[in-house]
């Protein structure tokens, strides 16, 4: 495996780099997706889920399938779990054979999968933040009265990608045009994030 950091091939010095098909290639376990990190966030989720009783997901950002698993224990659903990485998927369907996973760009193909309850960025949006509001324009033409779920972590002070967009949970919300239904925000003393999840009607 490469020696460098997975932090090298998504955003460095300040500088969206994107190179997730090699992440995927050279790194084991970015983000040590296998022990479940930004517990809090992740788990707000699927209460989220559950308390407006989501029957179908579209999970954009999958990597590695872990979150997915964890949603189908807690919840029973199957999220479609997409990834822009042909190798992230494939490990994926390695790892979890039981659930659902294909090779998706949501900035391109999110308009095919017009059948799900929800539609869930998982921890994605630093990585898609040009293509935002062509995508809220989007769900509000294709997704009406669906759910938008967002799963982000925000920075304690040392943001330096995305400051142009919003840097907190308030300004997120304030960004995103569809009306709030919940929020949740966590973090510990030690942790240099903040977890957050929150849930949108798209109207």
């Known amino acids: 495996m490469s020696e460098k950091s997975y932090h090298d ?9 994107g190179e997730f098909e090699s992440m995927y290639r050279d790194c084991e376990d970015p983000w040590t997706q296998s022990i479940q990190p930004n517990k809090y966030s992740r788990m707000a989720g699927i209460i989220h889920l559950e308390n407006f009783n ?13 979150y997915a698993d964890w949603i189908h224990k807690e ?3 199957i999220p479609k779990s997409v990834d822009v990485s042909e190798t992230a998927i494939a490990k994926a369907r390695e790892l979890f054979p039981r659930l ?3 090779v998706a760009d949501i900035t391109k193909d999110l308009r095919q999968y017009k059948e799900y ?4 960025f998982a921890e994605i949006i ?5 293509d935002l509001n062509s995508l809220f324009e989007l769900m509000k033409n294709e997704f009406k009265g669906k759910y938008l779920l967002i799963n982000q972590v925000f920075y304690k002070g040392s943001q330096k990608y ?10 997120f919300i304030n960004f995103v045009p569809f009306e ?7 973090t510990t003393v030690n942790d240099s994030t903040i977890e957050t999840s929150t849930i949108f009607q798209i109207q």
């Open 9 to 17: 091939y998504v955003i460095k010095d300040g500088k969206f780099i």
């Open 54 to 66: 989501v029957r179908s997901v579209l999970e954009c950002g999958c990597g590695l399938g872990y």
């Open 75 to 77: 919840t029973g659903i």
């Open 100 to 102: 659902d996973f294909e």
């Open 117 to 120: 309850d929800c539609i869930m």
């Open 126 to 130: 630093w990585y898609i933040l040009p």
């Open 162 to 171: 995305g400051t142009e967009y919003f840097t907190n949970l308030k300004e």
């Open 180 to 186: 709030l239904l919940g929020q949740c925000e966590a």
